[in-house]
C-alpha cells in the first residue's frame, strides 16, 4: 500500500511541469504567465504572451498592402522539340485588403523558334478562416490570350487552398485548380485542365519559410501523359519592405526531362 502512495506521489510531481505548462492559445507562454490567453495562433509573441507580429507570407496579410514582384523563370521540357528550354520573365502587381487579394500578371517569354509576351492573368481570391487553426481560400482567375498564336481564347481558372496550422511555425496544405480551356489547335486537341498538391510548410524564423509538396495534375494538350511532380518553394524576407522567392518543380513519371525554376524579387510598397 505504501509503495503505491509513493508511486501516485512520483506521477503527480512527474505531471507538475506539464500541468505548470498548460498553453491553450499555442503561443509558447503558459497560461499562468499569459497575459493575453486568446492570441491568434499565428501571431508571434513576447514574453508576456501579447501579439507583436504575425507569421504570414506577403498573399496571407491581413491588412491592406500593394505588393510589386519581378521574377525570371526557366521551363525544360525535352518533348518541345526545337523549344525544349523558354526562358520567361514576369511583373506582377498584387493589393491585399482584409480577407481579399487582387493580381494582375504578364510577361515575355524567349526560346530557341521564337519569343513574345505570355498570357495576361487577373486573379481574385478571397480568404476564410474557419477556426484559428484553419483557413481556406477561394478564387477566380482570366487568363486573357496576349501570347500570340492563332486559336489563343480566353480561359478560366478556378483556384482552392486550405491550410491547418500544426503551430504558428509547421502547416498542413492542399490546393486544387481547374481550368477551363477555350483555345483552339487543329493539330493538338485541347481539353480543360486541373492542378492539385499536398504539402507541409515550416517557419524556421519569422523571416524564412519554406515548403515541400507532391503534385498532380492534368496538361490541357490531350496528347500528354498526366503531370505528377516534386515541388519546393522558398521564401525569405530581406526587410520591411523587400523579400525574395525560389520555386523548383520536377516531375517524376516520365522519362524525358522536365522541370521548372522560378526565381522573384518582391517590394511592398505599403
Known sequence: MM??????????????PLMAMKDHDFDGVADRFDECPHTPFLNEVNSKGCSVKILTLPNETESDSFVMTLGYGLNTNEDLLGR?????????????????????????????????????????????????KLKLRLGMGIKLPTYDFSGNKTDYTFYSSLNYYFTPSLSFFT????????????INPLRNSYFSSVGLGYFFTKNFYTNFSYNKG????????????????????????????????????????????????GYKLW
Open 3 to 16: 509503495m503505491n502512495k509513493v508511486i501516485l506521489i512520483g506521477v503527480l510531481m512527474g505531471l507538475m
Open 218 to 265: 492534368k496538361n490541357k494538350f490531350t496528347n500528354e501523359h498526366k503531370i505528377e511532380s516534386l515541388s519546393s518553394s522558398v521564401y525569405y524576407k530581406i526587410n520591411k519592405q523587400w523579400f525574395g522567392t525560389f520555386y523548383y518543380d520536377k516531375e517524376i513519371n516520365d522519362e524525358d526531362f522536365h522541370e521548372t525554376i522560378n526565381m522573384k524579387i
Open 175 to 186: 490546393r486544387y485548380n481547374y481550368s477551363w480551356i477555350n483555345d483552339e489547335n487543329d
Open 84 to 132: 525544349e528550354k523558354q526562358h520567361s520573365s514576369k511583373i506582377q502587381a498584387g493589393y491585399y485588403h482584409n480577407n481579399w487579394s487582387y493580381s494582375l500578371s504578364t510577361g515575355y517569354y524567349t526560346h530557341a523558334e521564337d519569343e513574345g509576351m505570355v498570357d495576361t492573368i487577373v486573379k481574385v481570391k478571397r480568404r476564410f478562416t474557419l477556426d484559428s
